[in-house]
């Protein structure tokens, strides 16, 4: 089957990674998963494509550069302004999740360490139509 979609998540954490890519593959054989380890290499990823990706989930705390100070790089590029950026992080700080909101996000997802919720919850984000999606104050946070 072809893979039709193509996610990008960008964690430090490697447990992390394996359960993000088992989950989506239970959710959909139509997803393509490519993950990064670091902030770095998701830039690297997003300015030498192919391939392009379809939405990105971007972990906040990581060493070097975090996932906020990620998100603004993107953000500031032209060629990657738009893409859905999903911060998914263990973090419920408020300080947090609005910097998120101001950098750009669009989605804020907390990490659940319960696989059924953590499913849930990519599942749902998965199912949000991207192209329509606008994020305010009111939706911006996903809850269980």
Known sequence: MKKDLTIFYT?????DLEF????????SESYNVITQSN?????HALDNPPPTPYVIFLDINMPGINGLEVLQKVRESNSSNVLPIIMFSTSNDEAIIEKSRNLGASYYMPKSGIFDQL???IEHALSINWDIFKPTQHNFVYTY
């Open 11 to 15: 964690d430090d954490d490697h447990d």
């Open 20 to 27: 993000f890519v088992e989950i989506v593959n239970e959710i």
């Open 39 to 43: 902030g770095n290499e998701l830039i």
């Open 119 to 121: 499913k849930k919850s």
